[in-house]
T-cell receptor
Framework: SQQGEEDPQALSIQEGENATMNCSYK?????LQWYRQNSGRGLVHLIL?????REKHSGRLRVTLDTSKKSSSLLITASRAADTASYFC?????????????FGKGTKLTVNP | DGGITQSPKYLFRKEGQNVTLSCEQN?????MYWYRQDPGQGLRLIYY???????QKGDIAEGYSVSREKKESFPLTVTSAQKNPTAFYLC?????????????FGPGTRLTVT
């Protein structure tokens, strides 16, 4: 079953603009992770935020987590054409343990040069 | 160069044939996973293994089988019982010591069954 639901399903922006993607989930979590997937490739881990954290930064990435709303957002600032990819959130339900991440369907981001 | 390798990148099979997808890692990770990804969809867990000689079914294990005889290797067999085997298959691994929850993914194998 898929717990995370990303929104929007697709996003198209111009280079230099910021991109914001949202993830909502249904049950309580230990951690929430964001992954990136280039077309036809494997996923690459971007950032993890723990349930007791509210915001985390990594380079041009900013992730927020609101456990009361069961939602997270990923902000990519000053986007580049190379950021074009699909972005997935993955949750770590307490009953499943970190061995069983549950992935959403992803947001497909297109950054136009 | 540490990482996960999957081979082959593309695989074509006739309906009714079993096929085995390879996954090897040199990250010294205890846990390994197989996911299936269909177009425009997220990842669905097929099987996972937390330790050698042990594995558990994921959400969509029917029609698939795995083995974990070595720490480095976690091959997936897609059997003829799998009703709709054409998909993109991803293998991943992770450490179990809770120092990191991150999963490391291979490049994937695209299986086409006709």
């Amino acid at each position: 079953s898929q717990q995370g639901e990303e929104d929007p399903q697709a996003l198209s922006i111009q280079e230099g603009e910021n991109a914001t993607m949202n993830c909502s989930y249904k049950t309580s979590i230990n951690n929430l992770q964001w992954y990136r997937q280039n077309s036809g490739r494997g996923l690459v881990h971007l950032i993890l935020i723990r349930s007791n954290e509210r915001e985390k930064h990594s380079g041009r990435l900013r992730v927020t987590l609101d456990t009361s709303k069961k939602s997270s957002s990923l902000l990519i600032t000053a986007s580049r054409a190379a950021d074009t990819a699909s972005y997935f959130c993955a949750t770590d339900p307490p009953q499943g343990g970190s061995e069983k991440l549950v992935f959403g369907k992803g947001t497909k981001l297109t950054v136009n040069p | 160069d540490g990482g996960i390798t999957q081979s082959p990148k593309y695989l074509f099979r006739k309906e009714g044939q079993n096929v085995t997808l390879s996954c090897e890692q040199n990250l010294n990770h205890d846990a390994m996973y197989w996911y299936r990804q269909d177009p425009g969809q997220g990842l669905r867990l097929i099987y996972y293994s937390q330790i050698v000689n042990d594995f558990q079914k994921g959400d969509i294990a029917e029609g698939y089988s795995v083995s974990r005889e070595k720490k480095e290797s976690f091959p997936l067999t897609v059997t003829s019982a799998q009703k709709n085997p054409t998909a993109f298959y991803l293998c991943a691994s992770s450490a179990r010591d809770r120092s990191s929850y991150e999963q490391y993914f291979g490049p994937g194998t695209r299986l086409t069954v006709t």
